[in-house]
């Protein structure tokens, strides 16, 4: 049969949810041949966190389409090549490039444009809007060598691009023409909570205010700005973020119905006036007569869309315009009535000033929830949205749920409040009822099965914590085992298990899962009670009944990767190493046939030794004077530095040093996750010590401790824990840090979520580390001198012990055979492990013989 | 497959069934509880376990799932009452008893996730 021509307009994220949609369905992919016009250089990104790019998520991960989803579908995806004409009698359109394409089937995604006010100078050089990475690029190139910045526009985007100007150093300002910010969110209080926070960041506000003029220089460059209040600012940058108006230009001059104020006019199910023409997201008027600006309805315009085109049905008549984020650290929410606009609504308001935090709940005549806003605190968000969409009665009286959490007490609501038609997660629309049914009707046992089953909470994941209650509660009722516990051997948390471990002073496994636990253990538990006897000072890891409970990277002091090789990491702490050392590195290399490649934490990673050559790899490291890196173990992995004072021309302490100093103090240190720590020689942290768990970043006066950061998945920059402390006062805090989160995390939780979920968060901790609130200081700061004085280099003691090296043979009965299945091709002048779909023709020779032997890899 | 024995001595000798005969592969005390080892039989790479309890299992060594051989490499422990290792490479726990794995029925390639078993017996 032929196929039939399906062209989308635009690839932002309601064309790529347009594209998962339809291509979802049954058929789809069998009976259309899909274009996409794209108008961007790149596919489909997610442009709710695009301000992230500028913290240094890339545009790789922002990114919502796979290579594979538009290869496995046979998209043709024109990037860059917009449509500019359509010609409706002939069923064409017409792109930029001149092309000319048929379609049966046409869907304008086009979105949306900035708005930028109409003032004179408003395209002199140092100009720029906010919608693209394009455009972040070239504020991010601007703001490199300026010194003030203004956003024109106090919306949710514009507080954004604030955050990031002020993140690059700028003085910054925000005009806003509303008397408020974010004006159409939330209402008088609540702008004026969240202006006082903003303002605490150092950013000014001025609302109320019109940017009359900008001013420019002899060389066309941005110098000043005129606003209607009077006000003359100076500036090198202005960023328009004063709205948008959607892209409906194409359909008005192929001759589609727009609306009065712009937007495709569409109905229920995203028809325009044309029969073969669809319109969805930002660029159409919906049905009700509004233009959502928010991805959540644009989501659901893209689903109601592709079941049109498929013969199914969906419709979108109007959407929730609901919002919760975080702005420049300032949690704001709005939902359902947020200005008291129903007739007969009343407010209940709750505000502390001082805390910057404003509630306002918006109550109907009959008692139900309408809306409200949400400022400084809006924990309370995920559960109230749900019961005001829903227009049930509240379950408790509103003070109570606008009290914080702690003095509402056992009155805080949660899941269980919600009836079964409340949406939980409106990015992927699934109600309260459709998670209770993922449990009692398709079996799910968890929270993640949950997740996979029904998408919910893999949008924005503003909804998981509302999610994982209503889930837990679920599978309670279901008789399924609540897991508080580590897992179905132990009761306990990990917390737990080290205080009886602690206290009773047990140091093997089988006494603990005896005496406190059942059955056997498994994968999860044995790893954390081998964790918690080793940082409670239990000597060598791999010794007696230790050495079953080690994963397979600790018991073989490696890391296992992909083929069943493991890689071999020395450590070169701070990341300082002589060209001697360098040279040891690489001749070992070399010799084994090993591929290499530098790490983030300044050291180098060796890979594709089988488990037979690690002791003679380690042999050779540990006679040239290296020991252990520990990157197999939750443990301790590097301290990064820059170079510090020594060499640097801005350097105002010898980081290099006390980097060194650190890790040779805490190498080996077994916790709860691993830890990655970082110094800094001076304020301009090359060291990037506020991504780690602990980073240092040298003052004038003498060391910043900052705790509690992260990179990986979910980024967090750490807190600044104490200031200006001098080396042993430091050291000291550290040691307290890292042995009261030792102590009490849990089971792979890193100091970043361990911080936020501890009750009290930092101001508790430096009551703890700094004050000594619970009095256990002494004990902690004598575990670790235990543990500086008791390390030793595990690969030292097991090469010196002849029955510690048993386990590193191929097989137990041919100890002298490699394993052949470990098999390498080249690649790039090394090698990677072959997959198995590639002959074994053009093998690397892994057997290397001795040092002398020269290895080719082509 | 599994073989209750009465603490066998270190020096006894651990055997598998191949080919209707039995094949040599190790002295008992060279198996740590709660560990595995590998053995070539017959070409084949079998993961033999001993659990806490002292008795013996004999499984495939390739991962279903990874196709790395790294069985051996596994934590030994139970899941209900079920002995089981779990592969040190993406986590799937397969019963020491059966070689079936209890987390996905499937392999990523289609074929079932199972791993073939030996009979393992300890002789003095």
């Known amino acids: 049969m032929v196929k039939k021509d399906l062209v989308l307009v635009g690839h932002g994220m309601v064309g790529q949810r347009f594209l998962e949609e339809f291509l979802a369905q049954r058929d789809a992919s069998r009976d259309w041949r899909v274009t996409v016009l794209a108008e961007e250089p790149r596919p489909a990104y997610d442009r709710v966190r695009l301000t992230s790019w500028f913290s240094g998520t890339s545009a790789q991960e922002l990114s919502l389409c796979a290579d594979s989803f538009v290869d496995e579908h046979g998209i043709d995806l024109r990037l860059g090549d917009p449509a500019v004409a359509v010609d409706r009698e002939r069923r064409t359109v017409t792109t930029r490039s001149g092309r000319v394409v048929g379609y049966d089937a046409l ?72 008397p408020r910010l974010m004006a159409l969110q939330v209402d008088d209080g609540g702008g004026a909570a969240l202006r006082r926070r903003i303002e605490e960041l150092g950013v000014v506000v001025h609302t109320g205010a019109g940017t009359q003029s900008i001013g420019t220089g002899w060389d066309g460059r941005v110098r000043t700005m005129s606003l209607s ?82 013969g199914g049905s969906g419709e979108f008549t109007g959407g929730d315009t609901s919002t919760k984020l975080k702005l420049l650290g300032v949690d704001v929410a709005s939902f359902g009535d947020a200005h008291s606009t129903t007739p007969g609504a009343l407010d209940v308001v709750y505000t502390d000033t001082r805390a910057g935090v404003y509630k306002k709940l918006v109550i109907g005549e009959d008692g139900a929830l309408l809306g409200g806003v949400l400022v400084g605190d809006a924990e309370a968000y995920s559960v109230l949205r749900p019961l005001a969409v829903s227009r049930r009665p509240l379950p408790a009286p509103p003070e109570q749920l606008l009290l914080p959490a702690s003095a509402a007490g056992s009155g805080a609501v949660g899941g269980s409040a919600l009836p079964d038609e409340a949406l939980v997660c409106s990015c992927h629309n699934v109600s309260k009822a459709a998670l209770r049914a993922a449990v009692s009707e398709h079996g799910c046992t968890s929270v993640r099965e949950v997740k996979a089953c029904t998408k919910a909470g893999t949008g924005c994941g503003s909804c998981v914590k509302l999610l994982g209650g209503i889930v837990e509660d679920e599978l309670a009722a279901a008789g399924v085992e609540s897991a508080r516990g580590l897992c179905e051997h132990f009761t306990h948390t990990r917390a737990e298990l080290y205080e009886i471990v602690r206290v009773k002073g047990i140091t093997s496994f089988s006494r603990l899962v005896d005496e406190h636990g059942s059955g056997e253990g498994c994968d999860i538990c044995k790893p954390v009670v081998a964790s918690i006897l080793a940082s409670l000072g239990n000597g060598y890891v791999l ?61 180098i990673d060796m890979f594709g030794a089988r488990v037979d050559q690690l002791p003679r790899i380690w042999q050779r490291l540990v006679d040239a004077g ?162 500086v004085e008791t390390y030793q280099d595990e690969w030292a003691a097991t090469l010196a012990n002849p029955e510690r090296l048993r386990r590193f043979v191929s097989f137990v009965n041919a100890p002298g055979t490699p394993d052949p299945t470990v098999r390498f091709v080249p690649e790039r002048d090394q090698m990677r492990p072959a997959r198995p779909e590639e002959d074994a023709e053009h093998r690397v020779p892994a057997l290397i013989a001795g040092p002398e032997l020269e290895v080719h890899t082509r | 497959m599994t073989v209750d024995t009465q603490v066998p001595a270190a020096t006894a000798v651990v055997e598998i069934a191949h080919d209707e005969r039995w094949t040599a592969v190790c002295r008992y005390g060279e198996l740590v509880p709660g560990r595995g080892v590998t053995a070539l039989v017959g070409g084949e790479q079998v993961a033999v376990f001993r659990d806490r309890a002292g008795a013996l299992y004999a499984v495939a060594n390739t991962d279903p799932f990874s196709h790395a051989s790294v069985i051996s490499r596994g934590i030994v422990g139970s899941r209900g009452d079920t002995p089981v290792v779990v592969s040190p490479m993406y986590k799937q726990a397969f019963d020491l008893r059966t070689g079936k794995c209890l987390d996905e029925p499937t392999a990523p390639d289609g074929s079932a996730a199972r791993l073939s078993v030996w009979p393992v017996r300890v002789t003095a």
């Open chain 1, 229 to 310: 209040d009077g006000a003359e600012l100076a500036v090198d940058l202005v960023v328009f973020s004063a709205g948008v108006r959607p892209r409906d230009q194409l359909a008005r001059e192929c001759g589609l119905v727009v609306g009065e104020r712009g937007g495709i006019t569409v109905d229920e199910r995203c028809r325009t006036s044309d029969p073969h023409i669809l319109a969805i997201g930002e660029c159409a008027q919906a049905a009700d007569g509004r233009v959502y600006g928010l991805v959540g309805p644009g989501y659901a315009m893209a689903e109601a869309a592709a079941l049109q085109l498929t």
């Open chain 1, 543 to 603: 010794d007696g009944e230790q050495a079953a409970l080690q994963d397979t990277n600790d018991h073989h002091l490696a890391n296992l990767q992909r083929n069943g090789s493991y890689s071999v990491v020395p450590r070169i702490p701070g990341g300082e190493i002589t060209p001697d050392g360098l040279i040891t590195i690489g001749e070992i290399a070399r010799d084994f046939g090993l591929y290499t490649k530098i790490t983030g934490g300044q050291r």
């Open chain 1, 107 to 178: 869907v304008l995604a086009t979105g949306s444009y900035p708005f930028v006010p109409p003032v004179p100078g408003r395209d002199a050089h140092g100009c720029h809007v906010y919608r693209t990475l394009e455009d972040l690029a070239a504020i991010k190139e601007a703001a490199a060598t300026a010194r003030v910045g203004t956003v024109v526009g106090g919306g949710l985007l514009g507080l954004e691009a604030a955050g990031a100007l002020r993140a690059m150093g700028l003085e910054t300002h925000v005009v806003e023409f509303a």
């Open chain 1, 626 to 787: 290296f020991e252990s890196g520990h990157a197999y173990g939750k443990a301790l992995r590097t301290v990064k530095s820059c170079v510090g004072q020594a060499w640097c021309r801005y350097g105002v302490q010898d980081s290099v040093a006390l980097a060194i100093e650190l890790e040779l103090r805490y190498r080996g240190l077994r916790s709860p996750h691993k830890l990655k720590a970082a110094v800094s020689g001076c304020a301009r942290e090359c060291a990037e010590a506020q991504s780690k768990d602990f980073g240092v970043i040298a003052t004038a006066e003498g060391w910043n401790l900052y705790v509690g950061g992260n990179g990986g998945m979910t980024p967090r920059h750490a807190d600044l824990l104490a200031t200006d402390l001098d080396r042993e006062t430091l050291i000291r805090t550290i040691d307290r840090f890292l042995m009261f989160y030792i102590r009490t995390a849990d089971r792979l939780e890193r100091t970043a979520p361990w911080i936020e979920r501890l009750e009290g968060g930092l101001d508790h901790l430096r009551e703890v580390v700094l004050d000594d609130s619970l009095g256990i200081c002494a004990d902690l700061e004598e575990l670790m001198a235990r543990h």
